[in-house]
């Protein structure tokens, strides 16, 4: 039962990071990135389509992830270049991405909600099925896939990413203090649109990893607010890669457990407040904290 | 001064057509893109929400929640409070309505309906007194924690729905009906139009006078406007904030009582349908004027109704209103002036 619960735990929490990690970035570079839902849904649904069109599992997560890639550009202008407000924006983008999904399913299938398409290919796993007889991490190992093997290598990355290149220096001085870089000769506006653009790759692959692992159907309830529970994660783990991680793993395993709770005849709809509570918690604790430690 | 006034008039104009007219430029592409003509179908939209004194109704009736949701928005962004969370508090406030409305005795008659909104104002103001109170106490910043609100409610009503308040005789998902008494009543039968409408109105009215005349409402604006110079002329952005936050969530949860009492009678699952979403867009897009807002409120309110019956005789899905709502809310944050002075610069 652990077993499956761990299992289940890693499966869930990678869309969650993968979109929480491309949102810390965003947020180091000083925006906060509400749409990565937006980003992730339409990742989704492009992965889907591109997965049966060609058959191919690479191309379709390169497709989702070049699609959020775009869709966080051109949501990075309106705030860089337009002066929008962030949060409204994203909101905005939210809504807009949800209705254009609706539209462009209702015109191309004939129904909104559920799209199944034919040869869908799903996430291959990266370990020979005989990896499960190994006991307890067993059938873990068997369920992993590339992109969450990606997942945990861009946690490993990033610290050194942010903290020691040139570009991970030029985004967090971004986040800080937006005049030094641009005395310096460099542009935040750009600096602000590349991170931007990268929290929508990365929010394009986690739509891939939610359709493509192991139903290969897009629904347009698909992504079910993770795109704010991982902006809850960087929130909770103060824009630091692990910490950040060890949230999004912590819900992973709420949402896993989730399904099992209800078996001991814990309401679900009661448990899914769970992670948001926590989330509201912890955010005052460590507000608490902080202020207690600036006195 | 009849110039400058002339000035501020013209800039809310233009930043309320401004938005609607991009998004009805995108959405004419979009028709044209799947073989539809734009101009039949906004004449369409437009003879479907005005053409007759039941269109009218049925479209003033869906702009009855959105009265209550973008006067809550307003209050708050007016104050500088990124409040996102009236959608909780719509959902909140309408299930403490409706749950009251029918395990009330139905013996206490026409003072039942006062009764079951008081209530849920005063759930609506608990709800959004918390984040209030942790932004003006801890700065928790509000943004996530109002987000993270709207969630819960969902989730708290979600269950109650299908528990504790579960109707036994129909099925999932819905509480038993309100009694009668507790109905508001409608105002033009068939159609839908209520007396909340009349509620929301009478509310936008308050909320002007508010926030023009009234010392707290003043200094709701100057606290949005600078914080620092607030405090230094004496107001307590504590206080100030907390009360923006009580008074939304009242605006908003008695939004949620006028609609369980007077458009649904009962309380289900999917109560609301982004209403306090469309009432952010609605805010943005009159600038927090009650003006601008009883107009939006009425935009918003014909597409929905519109759309409804559109998609019925067309082949146009109804989720183009939310393509327009969507974007609306990001062109009404736009700052149109930069894209001039860019240009200027670089002449």
């Known amino acids: ?295 | 001064m009849t110039s400058t006034l002339f000035k501020t008039w013209l800039e809310r104009g233009t930043g309320f057509a401004l938005p609607v007219v991009i998004a009805l430029a995108v959405s004419a592409v979009v028709l044209l893109a799947i073989g539809e003509s734009p101009l039949d179908t906004f004449s369409l939209i437009l003879s479907e929400s005005f053409g007759s004194a039941r269109r009218i109704a049925s479209t003033l009736s869906a702009a009855t929640p959105l009265l209550f949701t973008a006067v809550a928005t307003a209050i708050c962004f007016r104050a500088g409070v990124f409040n996102v969370g009236v959608e909780g508090a719509f959902l909140i406030g309408g299930l403490a309505a409706v749950v009251a409305g029918f395990s009330l005795p139905a013996s206490l008659g026409w003072a039942l309906t006062p009764i079951c909104l008081a209530i849920a104002a005063a759930f609506g103001a608990a709800w959004l007194w918390l984040p209030g109170w942790l932004l003006a106490r801890l700065e928790v910043d509000e943004v996530v924690s109002t987000l993270m609100l709207n969630f819960i409610a969902a989730a708290i009503t979600g269950y109650l729905v299908n528990g504790p308040f579960l109707s036994a005789q129909s099925g999932n998902n819905v509480t038993p009906p309100v009694h009668e008494a507790a109905e508001l009543s409608r105002l033009m039968p068939p159609a839908t139009l209520h007396s909340g409408f009349l509620i929301g109105l009478a509310i936008l009215f308050v909320y002007a006078i508010w926030a023009r005349r009234t010392p707290a409402g003043v200094e709701g604006a100057f606290v949005g406007l600078n914080r620092r110079f607030s405090r230094a002329v004496g107001i307590s952005v504590r206080h100030t904030i907390i009360l923006a936050m009580v008074l939304s969530g009242v605006v908003a949860g008695l939004g949620g009582a006028s609609h369980g009492l007077g458009q649904l009678y009962r309380y289900t699952d999917g109560f609301s349908a982004g209403y306090g979403f469309t009432g952010m867009a609605v805010a943005l897009l009159g600038r927090n004027h009650p003006v601008g807002m009883l107009l939006g409120a009425v935009l918003f309110g014909a597409l929905a109704s519109a759309g409804t019956t559109i998609q019925l005789f067309s082949d146009i899905p109804l989720d183009l209103v939310n393509i327009i709502q969507g974007i609306v809310m990001i062109f009404s944050v736009v700052e149109l002036g930069r894209i001039t002075i860019r240009r200027r610069a670089r002449a």
Request: with cysteine; proline share 4%; glycine share 12%.
């Open chain 1, 1 to 295: 039962m652990i077993e499956q619960i761990a299992a289940a735990a890693i499966l869930l929490t990678t869309p969650i990071l993968m979109a929480a990690m491309g949102g810390l970035v965003n947020r180091q570079g000083g925006i906060v990135n509400i749409a990565l839902e937006a980003k992730m849904l339409i990742g989704a649904y492009v992965a889907v389509v591109v997965s049966s069109a060609s058959g191919s599992w690479m191309l379709a997560v390169l497709a989702a992830a070049l699609v959020g890639t775009v869709i966080g550009w051109l949501f990075s202008l309106t705030i860089t270049r337009l002066g929008a407000n962030m949060i409204i924006a994203g909101l905005g983008l939210n809504v807009l991405a949800a209705g254009a999904l609706g539209f462009v399913m209702t015109i191309l299938y004939g129904s909104s909600g559920t799209l199944r398409l034919p040869d869908t290919v799903l996430l291959p796993r990266l370990l020979p099925e005989g990896v499960s007889q190994i006991p307890l991490i067993g059938r873990m190992l068997a369920g992993l896939d590339p992109l969450t093997v990606l997942a945990w290598v861009s946690v490993a990355a990033l610290p050194f990413l942010l903290g020691s290149t040139r570009i991970g220096l030029w985004i967090r001085a971004t986040g800080n203090a937006a005049q030094v870089v641009r005395s310096v000769g460099l542009r935040p506006a750009l600096v602000q649109d590349v991170s931007t653009a990268f929290a929508g790759f990365f929010s394009g692959l986690a739509g891939a990893h939610l359709a493509l692992y192991s139903i290969g159907i897009f629904n347009e309830g698909l992504t079910a607010g993770r795109g704010f529970i991982a902006l809850a994660a960087f929130y909770f783990g103060r824009n630091r890669p692990w910490p950040t991680a060890a949230a999004c793993l912590l819900f992973g395993i709420l949402d896993a457990a989730q399904i099992r709770m209800q078996t001991v005849g814990l309401p679900p709809r009661l448990m899914g407040a769970l992670p948001y509570l926590m989330v509201l918690a912890i955010l005052v604790l460590t507000q608490m904290r902080s202020l207690r430690r600036a006195k």
